[in-house]
């Protein structure tokens, strides 16, 4: 029996270069909601030319970002944060499914999610640079933060909004570095 309550799984697949799509190589496999062993639907499986793609893609629209204000990547920030926010319950719901968690548990790691895009909204209107002094007196040294590339992530698939590449992610895109 399939069920697919969302419509997830028509018409989507990687979203690679502003365009959904399937593998490269036509690879994919079925989603299953492990409390009723429904499946759910089917995803395609990325291949190594599928992340080269991305990768590639993610290294263009770089360029875009470097040049993006602070103040309007926080604007950013903010959206998908009340983005999240709005449709909670339809990914907690989805979540839900997908990795068999109580229903609570998943909107609470939704909100956690957004939480995460609010906080480094903020952070990256605080970014600040660091003038030092150099060997020469009358030379100064200063100290900017800016994007620096792209990077491939990955994530558990029963705890993916609120793991460490989600983090991580986003304090890339605020352009500052918080621990290892």
């Known amino acids: ?3 697919d309550d969302f419509g997830l799984y028509r018409g989507w697949g990687l979203f690679i270069a502003g365009a959904w799509r399937p593998a490269e190589d036509g690879g994919a496999r079925e989603v299953i909601d492990p409390a009723t062993e429904e499946i759910l639907g089917r995803i395609p499986v990325a291949t190594q030319a599928d992340l080269d793609a991305a990768l590639a893609s993610a290294q263009q629209g770089l360029e875009t970002w470097r040049r993006t204000s602070p103040w309007d990547r926080a604007a950013v920030l903010r959206r998908a944060a009340d983005l999240i926010r709005a449709r ?3 990914i907690g719901r989805l979540m839900s499914q997908e990795t068999g968690k109580p229903l609570a ?3 609470g790691e ?3 999610a957004a939480d995460q895009f609010e906080w480094y909204a903020g952070e990256t209107q605080r970014i600040h640079g660091q003038t030092i002094e150099a060997r020469v007196p009358e030379v100064r040294m200063q100290i900017r933060w800016e994007p620096v590339g792209v990077a ?3 994530s558990a698939w029963n705890f993916r909004t609120g793991d460490r590449q989600c983090r991580d992610a986003v304090r890339r895109c605020a352009r500052k570095r918080h621990g290892p």
Request: with cysteine.
């Open 1 to 3: 029996m399939k069920r």
């Open 88 to 90: 909670e319950q339809e």
């Open 105 to 107: 548990q998943a909107c």
């Open 110 to 112: 939704t909100r956690d």
């Open 152 to 154: 491939a992530a990955f």
